[in-house]
């Protein structure tokens, strides 16, 4: 369970190393991103849904992080023109949940799933091809590394904002850590958790990095 969560937190950190402005929200709205509105239902959804297939908590704010990195990361791939085939995403989504088929059948069981789960692959996708990457380099940690600075990079000119109820984005970052709200656990496993956060954010998936 922890391997699989740590894959999804290693696409989530991505948009808590990123900047942009912020902005204000619409009613209704749990955030915007550039052009795109994530409402309050699509967070809501998202959170039940992910719960259901991982069977642990995924909380709100864990799903409006990935969803807020998701959406920031499709538009800058379309700024950049860079495409991402249905052969890709998927490789993306299995690495995603650690290589683990059945937690993948799993997330192909709903819409609500499926499709967080390939936006997740297609934004990892699009995050190593920023580097120069291909598909191939998923677990590579040098061009993750170079991936995400070069998401940090292009999305200095997009605006992002989110609603008060999810807490305050500030300097790209929402102050709810996305490791204290993947599950309600004690604050040992807390801790660890982090450790493996700060471990994915340099090597996604493959975790064995420097914190």
Not at 102 to 117: C, E, H, I, N, V
Request: hydrophobic content about 40%.
């Amino acid at each position: 369970m922890s391997t699989r969560l740590r894959a999804l937190g290693a696409v989530a950190a991505i948009v808590l190393l990123t900047g942009g402005c912020a902005a204000g929200t619409h009613p209704g709205a749990a955030a915007v991103v550039g052009k795109t509105e994530i409402s309050v239902s699509d967070v809501d959804n998202t959170s039940r849904a992910v719960s259901s297939a991982l069977g642990q908590n995924f909380s709100t704010v864990a799903a409006l992080n990935i969803l807020v990195s998701n959406a920031l990361v499709s538009e800058i791939g379309q700024q950049k023109s860079i495409t991402v085939t249905p052969a890709e995403t998927a490789a993306a989504a299995l690495s995603s949940v650690g290589e683990d088929d059945s937690m993948y059948q799993k997330f192909q069981g709903s819409a609500d799933t499926r499709d967080f789960l390939n936006a997740v692959g297609t934004a990892s996708v699009i995050t190593v091809k920023l580097a120069g990457g291909t598909i191939k380099d998923l677990q590579n940690q040098a061009k993750l590394q170079q991936g995400v600075l070069a998401v940090r990079e292009a999305s200095k000119g997009i605006d992002v904002a989110v609603a008060p109820r999810f807490g305050k984005w500030s300097d790209g970052t929402l102050d709810n850590t996305i490791s204290g709200s993947l599950s309600k656990e004690s604050d040992q496993t807390a801790a660890k958790r982090k450790a493996a956060e700060n471990a994915a954010q340099q090597a996604q998936g493959q975790g064995q990095g420097q914190g």
